[in-house]
């Protein structure tokens, strides 16, 4: 249940109530595709540094190490030890991104798996029969993410596919939310909005899925090419046509600069897998820009990466040492960085949440990006 607790414009202060714990909203999802953060990144970190939600990928984990397993040894939250929510989503994405054979059918898309090329069919129903088998807090539906740019009539097709698709997930939810050994009964389900850079595609996906009463709705099918401007267009455009009291997520965006735009259109949930990876690679946020690490500027540096920082990078090491980790291709470097990353997203968003109860989030926005303009 989410629960709307004050409007700052069009930005939304929330909490999302699960039968894993509440969820404070606008908030960003740690992303750990196989059930773990990339960079040697543990759940006990991840309480640490601030998570509220981790997310996991359906197909990752349907390939490696099996769903059925998983459900076996108990559900993910028990398998990787973490109490909090957990998100999973669909393996639309990496099914339409990763299989380079592919046939999508009214059923599903038949596609060879990138792990050991087996076949493998994903629908509707299975892709909520592996989430439920990995008892997920929250499921999502199974849709089909066209490619970008696509033509008016591909996207008009892909869409009420999505819709149709979107309304099998629904029922198959139900039906195994009934059941007697499913783990998590309560698991709930957002479906997802589609239609490239139509607006009018978009508008007409969101009024028809808003109908079916589902715990929350996505943005889906953007950062995949179209510039910012145009993301951000039409994530204005089409938010108002989503039910104001329920959560809306933006899948897989973005940088803070995106996540602070995203916020004054009315976005709640965010995940992206920018803080990790940059983190492997020795680029790392700051209130003043993205550092990188590797520069040789910071090879006597022994300052923090941020001072006041209270993540466990800064809290303990030097630029330099964290560098010279790095250099040596020693796995504390990444992690360090990746820790440090997660940490800075992690407690914008609380700053994020406190713009908005004060009334204050433009203002907020404004000086942040401002701040955040260096690149170093």
């Known amino acids: 249940m989410y629960k709307l607790l004050k409007r700052d414009g069009s930005a939304k202060r929330g909490e999302f109530h699960t039968v894993h714990g509440v969820i404070q909203t606008p908030v960003f999802m740690?992303?750990?595709?196989?059930?773990?953060?990339?960079?040697?990144?543990?759940?006990?970190?991840?309480?640490?540094?601030?998570?509220q939600v981790e997310l996991s990928n359906t197909y990752h984990l349907h390939v490696r190490p099996g769903d059925k397993i998983v459900k076996k040894l108990g559900g993910l939250h028990r398998f990787m030890n973490w109490d909090k929510p957990i998100l999973t989503d669909s393996g639309g994405f990496q099914v339409f991104s990763l299989a380079s054979l592919r046939k999508i059918k009214e059923e599903g898309v038949y596609f060879n798996s990138h792990v050991?090329?087996?076949?493998?069919?994903?629908g509707p129903e299975e892709s909520i029969q592996i989430?439920?088998?990995?008892?997920s807090t929250i499921a999502m539906a199974f849709d089909e993410c066209p490619p970008h740019p696509a033509t008016r009539e591909y996207m008009e097709n892909s869409v009420n596919r999505t819709i149709r698709?979107?309304?099998?997930?629904?029922?198959?939810?139900?039906?195994?939310?009934s059941l007697e050994d499913t783990i998590n009964k309560k698991q709930m389900l957002f479906g997802i909005n589609q239609g490239g850079t139509f607006?009018?595609?978009?508008?007409?996906?969101?009024?028809?899925?808003?109908?079916?009463?589902?715990?929350?709705?996505?943005?889906?099918?953007?950062?995949?090419?179209?510039?910012?401007?145009?993301?951000?267009?039409?994530?204005?455009?089409?938010?108002?046509?989503l039910p104001l009291e329920k959560p809306t997520y933006l899948m897989g965006v973005g940088t803070p600069a995106n996540i602070l735009e995203a916020v004054d259109r009315g976005v709640d949930f965010f995940d992206c897998v920018y803080p990790t990876r940059n983190g492997r690679h020795g680029h790392v946020y700051t209130n003043m820009g993205k550092l990188?690490?590797?520069?040789?500027?910071?090879?006597?540096?022994?300052?923090?990466?941020?001072?006041?920082?209270?993540?466990?990078?800064?809290?303990?090491?030097t630029r330099a040492y964290i560098r010279h980790l790095l250099k040596a291709k020693e796995m504390l470097g990444m992690r360090l960085c990746v820790l440090h990353n997660l940490y800075f997203y992690n407690t914008m968003m609380e700053e994020i949440r406190d713009a908005i109860e004060n009334g204050s989030y433009s203002q907020y926005k404004k000086a942040?990006?401002?701040?955040?303009?260096g690149d170093n």
């Not at 990188?292 to 920082?309: R, V």
């Open 199 to 241: 607006t009018d595609i978009r508008i007409e996906h969101a009024k028809k899925i808003s109908e079916l009463n589902l715990d929350g709705y996505a943005l889906g099918g953007l950062a995949v090419g179209e510039s910012h401007d145009e993301m951000y267009r039409i994530i204005e455009e089409t938010v108002p046509y």
């Open 292 to 317: 990188n690490l590797f520069n040789a500027k910071y090879e006597t540096d022994d300052t923090p990466i941020e001072e006041g920082c209270q993540c466990q990078a800064c809290r303990y090491h």
């Open 30 to 51: 740690n992303v750990g595709t196989a059930a773990a953060i990339k960079g040697a990144v543990a759940a006990e970190d991840l309480k640490e540094i601030k998570t």
């Open 116 to 122: 050991d090329g087996r076949k493998i069919f994903m």
């Open 368 to 373: 942040k990006l401002e701040m955040m303009q």
């Open 131 to 135: 989430q439920s088998n990995l008892a």
């Open 165 to 177: 698709w979107l309304e099998r997930c629904k029922r198959e939810m139900e039906r195994l939310n």
